[in-house]
């Protein structure tokens, strides 16, 4: 999978996500949580991965939601995880 918002690389067994959203502070968007769940998903499946680290670009890790579309920004699906990946996660 191409990823637009976060950065996975995968180096001496250890996978790292980065949010790449500096200019934004990675605030978190739709898009980005289906790249991260995408991500957790490859390196799942890649039995050489041992950890993950989740980072983030710039000179934060994550400002929180983006609420930049304003009132319809939990409007379009809301924040039902389920509901805007179409997958059930474990647990």
């Given at each position: 999978m191409a990823?637009?918002?976060?950065?996975?690389?995968?180096?001496?067994?250890?996978?790292?996500?980065?949010?790449?959203?500096?200019?934004?502070?990675?605030?978190?968007t739709n898009r980005m949580l289906k790249e991260i769940i995408a991500a957790f998903d490859e390196s799942d499946a890649d039995d050489n991965v041992r950890a993950v680290i989740v980072t983030g670009s710039g000179r934060a890790f994550c400002a929180g939601a983006d609420l930049s579309g304003g009132g319809e920004t939990f409007a379009k699906g809301?924040?039902?995880?389920?509901?805007?990946?179409?997958?059930m996660r474990d647990g």
């Open positions: 990823y637009e918002e976060i950065i996975y690389e995968v180096s001496e067994q250890i996978a790292t996500i980065t949010l790449n959203r500096p200019d934004k502070l990675n605030s978190f809301g924040s039902d995880v389920r509901a805007k990946t179409g997958v």
